[in-house]
Nanobody, 116 residues
């Protein structure tokens, strides 16, 4: 079965950096695009970034362009989200997502809190 396990969240001051990881199993990771989403309290879950299966294409939400970088290591079945210049409005639970056999699969999420 598909499993996605996020890690790397935590408390960071404004302007700081974090690197999130999502370890995938249960499917052929290298064949599928992957995405990071986030959900802040009282808000809907939103797409942060996506990456194609071979890393040839990436997309970002306007709010994170130039600050966040999505990448993947197909040998390690892992997708990353490097987050720099963090702002308080980046505070949210961050989830990775895969669509396998036309069904979305989500990890349990990792909390990112940006606060002084």
């Amino acid at each position: 079965q598909v499993q996605l396990v996020e890690s790397g969240g935590g408390l960071v001051q404004p302007g700081g950096s974090l690197r999130l990881s999502c370890a995938a199993s249960g499917f052929t990771f290298s064949n599928y695009a992957m995405s990071w989403y986030r959900q802040a309290p009282g808000k809907e879950r939103e797409l942060v970034a996506s990456i194609s299966s071979a890393s040839s294409s990436t997309t970002y939400a306007d709010s994170v362009k130039g600050r966040f970088t999505i990448s993947r290591d197909n040998a390690k079945n892992t997708v990353y989200l490097q987050m720099n210049s963090l702002k308080p409005e980046d505070t949210a639970v961050y989830y990775c997502k895969a669509i396998w056999r036309r069904t979305p699969h989500w990890g349990q999420g990792t909390q990112v809190t940006v606060s002084s």
